[in-house]
């Protein structure tokens, strides 16, 4: 049985970083494309980030542009989201997805 752990997640104040990890178990994560997504209350959950198999493709939704950073670690079964410049509207629940399986999420809050 396939499963995906998001971890990663806080409090961190305006402006700050954090680095969210998505792990993968009961299957090998290289063969596949994977993505973050978010939801935030009252908002439907809406795409990051995702990074094809071989991390030669990524692709950022607007609101990620220049401030995060999605890269992965077939050896580890791993995929990773890095998080600069945290804005409020950030504050969110972050999934990982990997087709049809999705992780439990990692919270991150603005602490400012």
């Known amino acids: 049985q396939g499963r995906l752990v998001e971890s990663g997640g806080g409090l961190v104040q305006f402006g700050g970083s954090l680095t969210l990890s998505c792990v993968a178990s009961?299957?090998?994560?290289?063969?596949?494309?994977v993505g973050w997504f978010r939801r935030t209350p009252g908002k439907q959950r809406e795409g990051v980030a995702c990074?094809?198999?071989?991390?030669?493709?990524?692709h950022y939704e607007e609101s990620a542009k220049g401030r995060f950073t999605i890269t992965r670690d077939n050896a580890k079964n791993t995929v990773l989201l890095q998080m600069n410049s945290l804005k409020p509207e950030d504050t969110a629940i972050y999934y990982c997805?990997?087709?049809?399986?999705w992780g439990q999420g990692t919270q991150v809050t603005d602490s400012t």
């Open positions: 990074i094809d198999k071989n991390e030669t493709k990524t």
């Open positions: 009961g299957f090998a994560l290289d063969s596949w494309a």
């Open positions: 997805s990997v087709s049809t399986y």
